[in-house]
T-cell receptor, first 114, second 113 residues
Framework: QQQVKQSPQSLIVQKGGISIINCAYE??????FPWYQQFPGKGPALLIA?????SEKKEGRFTISFNKSAKQFSLHIMDSQPGDSATYFC?????????????FGKGTHLIIQP | DTAVSQTPKYLVTQMGNDKSIKCEQN?????MYWYKQDSKKFLKIMFS???????INETVPNRFSPKSPDKAHLNLHINSLELGDSAVYFC????????????FGNGTRLTVT
């Protein structure tokens, strides 16, 4: 049972464009929604995270949009750069993920073409 | 100054062998984890420890046994290795059991032949 569905599986965007990755969750008890970025041969690294009390969070070129009623959240990367090429994972958890662990989506392989 | 370090980086072994992966964090965090990333890059929690106490023990074969000698270390021992155990195993740590971010190591790629 996959509790967090992520799409698309792969994405190609031109440099300077907007990259959009979507996730949907099933468990209404989830209250923490982070995005992780993973480069080849490295571990995932936290990019940005949101709690359900806000509908949007922005950090630099990265924005999370959150729709609690639809149980969906998305990552927007503005002015995408070749250095953003990586695999992106959405995740969700109850109580922050420490006690229950993070439930990850299946990942999106993002390629930014120069 | 590596925050979460795992050894070895690569591990190639034959079916039936027993192997261990070591993890150390120098961040002063209370909580440590093992995650498994399969060939399709799917990440799944295996175990977590908080102050050396086992918190999460997901449905993994009991051939996998974590051990936390102290707050800064979490090792993973695997008995009777099987082909299906081939994956990348990531150690991670976080400040506490709450909403603090996970810091992942760079993984151990285990190949069972």
């Amino acid at each position: 049972q996959q509790q967090v569905k992520q799409s698309p599986q792969s994405l190609i965007v031109q440099k300077g464009g907007i990259s959009i990755i979507n996730c949907a969750y099933e468990n209404t008890a989830f209250d923490y929604f982070p995005w992780y970025q993973q480069f080849p041969g490295k571990g995932p690294a936290l990019l940005i995270a949101i709690r359900p009390d806000v509908s949007e969070k922005k950090e630099g070129r990265f924005t999370i949009s959150f729709n609690k009623s639809a149980k969906q959240f998305s990552l927007h990367i503005m002015d995408s750069q070749p250095g953003d090429s990586a695999t992106y994972f959405c995740a969700a958890s109850r109580r922050g993920g420490g006690a229950d662990g993070l439930t990850f989506g299946k990942g999106t392989h993002l390629i930014i073409q120069p | 100054d590596t925050a979460v370090s795992q050894t070895p980086k690569y591990l190639v072994t034959q079916m039936g062998n027993d192997k261990s992966i070591k993890c150390e964090q120098n961040l002063g965090h209370d909580t440590m984890y093992w995650y498994k990333q399969d060939s399709k890059k799917f990440l799944k929690i295996m175990f977590s420890y908080n102050n050396k106490e086992l918190i999460i023990n997901e449905t993994v074969p009991n051939r996998f046994s974590p051990k936390s000698p102290d707050k800064a270390h979490l090792n993973l021992h695997i008995n009777s290795l099987e082909l299906g155990d081939s994956a990348v195993y990531f150690c991670a740590s976080s400040q506490d059991l709450g909403y603090s971010p996970l810091h992942f190591g760079n993984g151990t790629r285990l190949t069972v032949t």
